[in-house]
């Protein structure tokens, strides 16, 4: 046995015995652990998918359809060694142009299996500062996306030209900058407290935004353009769903993110008992699945399946990804639940789904693909 296995075998016992004593105690304090795991190369590496997990979506093929959501890596340190593990795609992000890094305060709601965020604006080093890591990884044979936002703050009801106009240079001049390095871009509308989510179902910005941003990625990348998708909130009403849905198939992307986190409350109703728990704030986790189903489900059927739909968060299970399949999603992002579980949840979930696939008769997850609908 080399020098280097045994290191790795090392590595991987310590991180176990710690994992077992530690993730009971503190959630704050397993995600930490998690992360050092992966920055150490604590975890084996997956060789080969089993064929059901096997599919292709907007030009890229992907080992399995599990992947890592924005949020979980802003620093480019991580997601490469969780493709390794097990998952068949990452996206890095949320980024905005230049560093911000405003208050946040999260609070782990173990009961519920979710987390609460109150930050107003996106914590990220800036796109600028991410670039050399984005250039030095690019020859790598991972499926990479790249999520590109832009901080605003509502200021009533309307919004104002002045700010349309900044939106229409400020996405085209990111996209540029990024388009070369990752295999698709996701523009960022999902934060419900943003003034970006007001914009998904206005037509007249998101028709000539979304040109421009196209326009932007085939001059930046003519020959492997990263394909663009659009990230929406978890809390568009059900006569906006219609006409979003209208908007993103006029402009043709090649396809749709539907994810947390939404308001507390607002949609959950979960109860939480612990005082020190604000109610206010945006919540992630477990509690979010059966709507982030249900917006799956609408999306599929106002779009007639032909935009690939990715289901953001809310998945701890086989199961749980099984069920956003079969409501429409092509693929399944993994957020909150590495928090909980840790990395090695992907060995789970891929072999759940797997076997789930199989007893429904499915010989492949394309197959299951919209399912509850057919």
Known sequence: MSKRIRRSLLKSFLYSVLWFFGHNISPRFSHTLAYWGLRD????????????????????????????????????????????????????????????????????????????????GYRN??????????INRRYLPNVIGINLTIT???????????????????????????????????VDFGHPESELSALVSDASTMLPL?????????????IQTPSILVKLPLDLTPLEIPL?????????????????????????????????????????????QKYLVE??????????????????????????????IKAGASLVQVNTALTYEGPQIITKINRELVDLLRQNGYASVKEAIGADFY
Not at 152 to 170: A, P, Q, V, W
């Open 152 to 186: 605003t703050h509502n200021e009533g009801e309307n919004i104002k030209m002045g700010r349309l106009m900044s939106y229409m240079e400020e996405f085209p001049m990111m996209v540029q900058k990024v388009a070369p390095y990752c295999d698709y871009i996701t």
């Open 41 to 120: 190369g604590a975890f084996p590496p997956v060789r080969q998918q089993p064929p059901e997990l096997n599919i292709d979506v907007f030009g890229q093929h992907f080992s399995t359809p599990i992947g890592i959501g924005a949020g979980v890596d802003k620093r480019g340190n991580i997601i490469d060694s969780l493709i390794y593990m097990g998952f068949g795609f990452g996206e890095f992000g949320p980024y905005t142009l230049e560093r911000e890094m405003p208050i946040k305060e999260t609070y782990y709601l173990t009961k519920e299996r979710a987390v609460l965020v109150q930050c107003l």
């Open 210 to 222: 979304l040109k421009a941003i196209k326009e932007a990625a085939q001059k930046a990348a003519p």
């Open 244 to 288: 979003v849905c209208q908007i993103l198939s006029e402009a043709e992307i090649a396809g749709i993110i539907v994810a947390g986190p939404t308001s507390l409350f607002k949609n959950t109703g979960i109860s939480i008992q612990d005082k020190k728990v604000p109610h206010v704030g945006m919540l992630s986790g477990a509690p979010t």
């Open 125 to 134: 080093p800036g796109l600028q500062a991410m670039l050399p890591i984005f």
């Open 295 to 324: 917006l799956i489900g609408k999306v599929y059927q106002f779009t007639r399946g032909k935009i690939p739909i990715i289901g953001c968060d809310g998945v701890f299970s086989g199961q749980d990804a099984f069920d956003q």
